[in-house]
C-alpha cells in the first residue's frame, strides 16, 4: 500500500509539473509527457508510449488529460489514474478560480469593462466564422 502511494504521489507531481508548464496545446505536451514517463520515470515503453498516443487521440476529450489518465491506469491502476488526472488539471483550476476571483473583485472597474466590451464583438465575429466554415 505504502508503493501505491508513493507512485501515486509521483503520478501528481510530475503530472502537476507537465499541466504548470505545458504550453501549445495537447499536442505540444506530450514530448514532455514522453520525457517524464517514458525517459525519467520508465513506466512505459516506446511501443506504450506510441500506444498512449494512440488513445489519447482516438478519446473524446483534451489529449493531454487522456495521457495523464492511461499513464495513472497503466502504472497504477484507478488511484494512478486519479493522481495523474488530478495533477494534470489542477494548475488550470487554480489559475480559471484566481482570474475568476479577480474578475469578481473587479468586475465595475471602467478599465476591465472596456477590455471586455471590446472583446464581444471579435467572440462573435469568431463564432460567426466558425458557423460559416461549416456551412459553406
Not at 508548464?21 to 513506466?43: C, D, H, K, N, P
Not at 483550476?93 to 477590455?115: E, N, T
Request: aromatic letters at 8%.
Amino acid at each position: 500500500m505504502n508503493t501505491l502511494l508513493s507512485l501515486c504521489a509521483e503520478l501528481f507531481i510530475r503530472f502537476l509539473k507537465i499541466g504548470a508548464f505545458s504550453f501549445g496545446g495537447g499536442y505540444a505536451s506530450l514530448t514532455l509527457i514522453r520525457e517524464e514517463v517514458v525517459e525519467s520515470a520508465g513506466w512505459l515503453t516506446e511501443a506504450d508510449f506510441t500506444g498512449l498516443c494512440a488513445i489519447a487521440e482516438i478519446t473524446p476529450g483534451p489529449v493531454t488529460l487522456n495521457a495523464a489518465s492511461f499513464t495513472g491506469w497503466q502504472t497504477a491502476g484507478l488511484a494512478g489514474a486519479a493522481a495523474a488526472t488530478l495533477g494534470c488539471i489542477l494548475p488550470s483550476v487554480c489559475l480559471i478560480m484566481l482570474l475568476g476571483k479577480l474578475l469578481i473583485r473587479f468586475d465595475r472597474h471602467p478599465a476591465l469593462q472596456s477590455i471586455l466590451s471590446s472583446l464581444r464583438p471579435v467572440i462573435c465575429a469568431m463564432v460567426v466564422s466558425a458557423a460559416a466554415a461549416m456551412f459553406f
